[in-house]
């Protein structure tokens, strides 16, 4: 079972920057899609990213442009580089995984293992 720890959230100005790192303690990362969602307080939470593990990649196209997703499956470690942050950024965000990639990717529910998030603040 795939156990998803995040890191690297934080306080930024707008128009900052922020890397967000997803560690994965299961074997064979490299064999999951691995995607990045966000709720903000009062939301749901909503899609952000997903690479496969052909490593394409999607994105929503609120974060298009700003936003990159990447893996390295040596490290069993998935990012998301956000740059040119905005205060509509600021949100909880989490990873996970699942070993389909399905095409309803942009819904939480195509996934099987979360990790626990990371608070993303941008101040105006």
């Known amino acids: 079972q795939e156990q998803l720890v995040e890191s690297g959230g934080g306080l930024v100005q707008a128009g900052g920057s922020l890397r967000l790192s997803c560690a994965a303690s299961?074997?064979?990362?490299?064999?999951?899609?691995v995607a990045w969602f966000r709720q903000a307080p009062g939301a749901e939470r909503v899609f952000v990213a997903v690479?496969?593990?052909?490593?394409?990649?999607y994105y929503a196209n609120s974060v298009k442009g700003r936003f990159t997703i990447s893996r390295d499956n040596a490290k069993n470690t998935a990012y998301l580089q956000m740059n040119n942050l905005k205060p509509e950024d600021t949100a909880i965000y989490y990873c996970?995984?699942?070993?389909?990639?399905?095409?309803?990717?942009?819904?939480?529910?195509?996934?099987?293992?979360w990790g626990q998030g990371t608070q993303v603040t941008v101040s105006s």
């Open positions: 996970a995984t699942s070993f389909e990639f399905r095409t309803t990717y942009y819904l939480p529910g195509s996934f099987d293992y």
């Open positions: 690479i496969s593990r052909g490593e394409i990649t």
């Open positions: 299961g074997r064979d990362f490299g064999d999951y899609g």
